[in-house]
């Protein structure tokens, strides 16, 4: 890259985000990486509600999902051998009703909307990992479980970028073990994410802002990584469970404020 190649990129960047605002974004998806890798949460609940504060809703989403996809391509290969076909078939199949619906919302709804749903969704998750974390159900589950899921998590990628939540539930709400949990869950987040951009890419395209910001953050994405395989060795996992609380806390009640802001 030339010095004018350079000088041309800051410039982009400056247009779009201060520079302030490009360092909390770099420092949200690296912390959100390094959780996701030591703790298994993280970055699906980070990007794209983050990302929102500083960009319209379609840039956001768009970046989120690039970003996922990269984080998720880099770790599916240690757990390629825990993957479950049948619930990653089912769940990638309902996914596909649920991601039109998303992307819809997506369109439809204003800005300052999709950031106060993004903050929700946040905040829902810190209650639901703090005093309901999801456990492995025994016996006989019904197939509506998975369908409901898959649906569900479609939607909310489309949306928002964030199929995790939902989807955890509908595997270990069908008697899936955790560590096949954890493998399908990679899979289908590569499966999930790569319908989410194609949909996006075919009906509203991708400016120039998606992949400045993605060149600019995957670093992030990939410095996140390495830290969170080291970290994990050193910090026990609930000062990490702790640490991504108050992440997710903070994030979600600072992008709550932003949308009332925006709203009113």
């Known amino acids: 890259m030339t010095s004018c190649d350079s000088q041309r990129m800051l410039e982009l960047l ?6 302030s605002g490009l360092g909390l974004m770099f420092g949200l998806i690296l912390l959100g990486s390094a959780l996701q890798v030591a703790t298994g949460v993280g970055l699906g609940l980070i990007a794209g509600p983050s990302l929102l504060y500083f960009l319209d809703s379609i840039s956001a989403v768009q970046t989120a999902i690039i ?7 880099c770790l599916l ?8 076909r049948k619930p990653l078939i089912d769940l990638s199949l309902w996914a596909c009703f649920g991601l039109p619906i998303g992307f819809g919302l997506l369109m439809l709804l204003e800005t300052s909307t999709l950031k ?33 899921g898959g649906s569900v998590s479609g939607a ?16 270990l709400s069908s008697g899936t073990d955790a560590l096949t949990t954890r ?12 319908l989410a951009f194609a949909l996006h890419l075919g ?19 990939l410095c996140g990584i390495a830290i969170g395989v080291f970290g ?31 709203v009113i």
């Not at 290969?77 to 479950?84: F, H, L, Y």
Request: glycine letters at 6%.
């Open 14 to 19: 400056q247009q779009t985000v201060s520079l």
């Open 67 to 73: 970003l996922n996809l990269v984080l998720t391509l």
């Open 77 to 84: 290969p240690t757990e390629v051998k825990s993957i479950s």
């Open 116 to 148: 106060l749903l993004g903050a929700s969704v946040v905040l829902l998750s810190v209650v639901q990992l703090k005093f309901f974390p999801a456990k492995q159900l025994s016996g006989a589950s019904s197939p509506w479980i998975t369908r409901i």
């Open 156 to 171: 909310m990628t489309g949306a928002l970028a964030i199929p995790g939540p939902v989807a955890l539930w509908a595997l």
């Open 183 to 194: 493998g399908t869950l990679r899979a289908y987040f590569v499966i999930a994410y790569l």
């Open 203 to 221: 009906f509203a395209g991708a400016g120039s802002t998606i992949w400045l910001m993605s060149s600019v953050l995957i670093p992030a994405v």
């Open 232 to 262: 994990r060795r050193f910090i026990t996992p609930l000062h990490l469970r702790r640490l991504l609380e108050i992440v997710l806390i903070t994030m979600g009640l600072s992008l709550l404020l932003k949308g009332i802001i925006d």
